[in-house]
């Protein structure tokens, strides 16, 4: 009996610590499937051409990534959750807030919230238009179909998906 | 400009990131990551294809208006009308750089026109060329004739052969005359049939009247942008 006791004591610590380097293993997981890259891809900043390349694979890892890091993260949590002391609930708390928020963030595309994309676009005759004759534009004609593109509103949309004469385009700017 | 349709499948692009400012779109098909500038998949699925160039000019409105009566105009997006900025050059110009190639010619923020024959590129600073319009260069062995537009904005490049053969432009002097908004007196005359060409590359009058010179793909862009992409591109010097 006196011996037994420390023993399942032990135990429960050896499992206790091997639960919480799983839940750290898979919370640096999520959390960097999501940082890295949008580290990495910020505007004003120099990309490495190395850096980039791993910015790229792992963003186009995280929404799978990030949801199966954050499962695993809050299955560990819960198993640590009886044990643990106030102040690791606290540390679990705020991590798995961390984890769910790179979980979110890794399906969202936040550069389309600075930019946001032209869903339906709209044109106008070219009468009906009331650009000032000096404006810039972009213009291109397939077939019989002439458009043209103020450069004013494609700097901010960047990228529009049109259809030209037929053809489909991606108009960039 | 790009088709977006690669092997037959018809991509939806739309923006994901930036690369030394030049931006990144991915293909909601495939979630293939493309560079703006060269339209070459960098990472992803489709990594290694590229997508083909359409052809498309920067002019002013008022130059496109009076070259095509039929013509359509995107419609500003209520929404984002705010963020729509008309003096966007000027201010462009303003931000910082993060890559720069000092010991070269120009400075980053220069304005160039670059354009690639057989794989060689060229870049005109464009300074020098609204000084000197119309430009007669030879890239790869073809020669070429650039043009600013009547309104001083607008720029096109084009193959400076009539019927195959090399031609020699020049501006006609009653252009400095004055001319209206929309340019009519503006013209080039050429060496090898004494024939009028406007701004669209078309003989208006002369013995080559109704031919129109083939156009050739050219980029209005950033020194330190163009430079990025084409590291052995040479430098138009007048």
């Not at chain 2, 537009?149 to 084009?158: E, I, L, N, T, Y």
Request: with cysteine; charged share 20%; net charge positive.
């Amino acid at each position: 009996m006196s011996t037994s006791l420390p023993s399942t004591l032990q135990r429960q610590q050896r499992t206790s610590r091997w639960i919480s380097t799983a839940f750290s293993l898979c919370a640096f997981t999520a959390i960097a499937l999501f940082f890295i890259p949008a580290f990495v891809i910020r505007p004003f900043r120099y990309q490495a051409p190395r850096a980039l390349f791993v910015a790229m694979a792992l963003r186009q890892r995280a929404p799978l990534g990030t949801l199966i890091a954050a499962l695993a993260c809050f299955a560990f949590a819960f198993a640590l959750w009886k044990t643990a002391s106030r102040w690791r609930r606290s540390i679990l708390v705020l991590t798995l807030f961390v984890v769910a928020f790179s979980a979110v963030m890794a399906r969202l595309n936040y550069f389309e919230w600075m930019f946001h994309p032209i869903a339906g676009p709209q044109f106008l005759a070219q009468s009906d238009s009331k650009l000032d004759a000096k404006e810039m534009i972009m213009a291109v004609r397939l077939g019989d179909d002439a458009r043209a593109y103020p450069i004013s509103q494609m700097a901010y949309h960047h990228v529009l998906n049109d259809v030209v004469g037929g053809v489909p385009i991606a108009v960039t700017y | 400009m790009w088709t977006r349709t690669i092997k037959g499948r018809e991509l939806h692009f739309y923006l994901a990131g930036i690369n030394n400012q030049n931006f990144l779109m991915r293909d909601k098909e495939t979630g293939t990551w493309w560079q703006q500038i060269t339209g070459k998949a960098i990472y992803g699925p489709l990594r290694g294809a590229a997508l083909e160039l359409v052809l498309s000019d920067e002019l002013t409105f008022g130059e496109w208006r009076s070259e095509s009566s039929s013509g359509q105009v995107l419609a500003p997006v209520a929404k984002y009308t705010k963020e729509y900025d008309s003096n966007w050059e000027p201010d462009v110009a303003k931000l910082p750089v993060v890559i720069s190639f000092p010991g070269t010619e120009l400075k980053s923020r220069d304005v160039v026109i670059g354009l690639t024959i057989d794989g060689a590129a060229r870049a005109y600073p464009w300074e020098v060329f609204a000084k000197q319009s119309p430009v007669l260069d030879r890239v790869s062995r073809t020669p070429l004739l650039l043009v600013l537009g009547p309104d001083g904005k607008s720029f096109r490049v084009f193959l400076a052969r009539i019927d195959g053969r090399e031609a020699e432009f020049f501006l006609q002097d009653d252009s400095k005359s004055d001319a209206p908004a929309g340019g009519k007196n503006w013209s080039l005359l050429d060496t090898t049939t004494a024939s009028q060409w406007n701004f669209q590359g078309c003989a208006t009058s002369g013995p080559a009247q109704g031919k129109c010179l083939a156009r050739i793909p050219a980029l209005k862009d950033y020194w330190f942008d163009w430079r990025n992409y084409h590291p052995d591109t040479t430098v138009y010097r007048r």
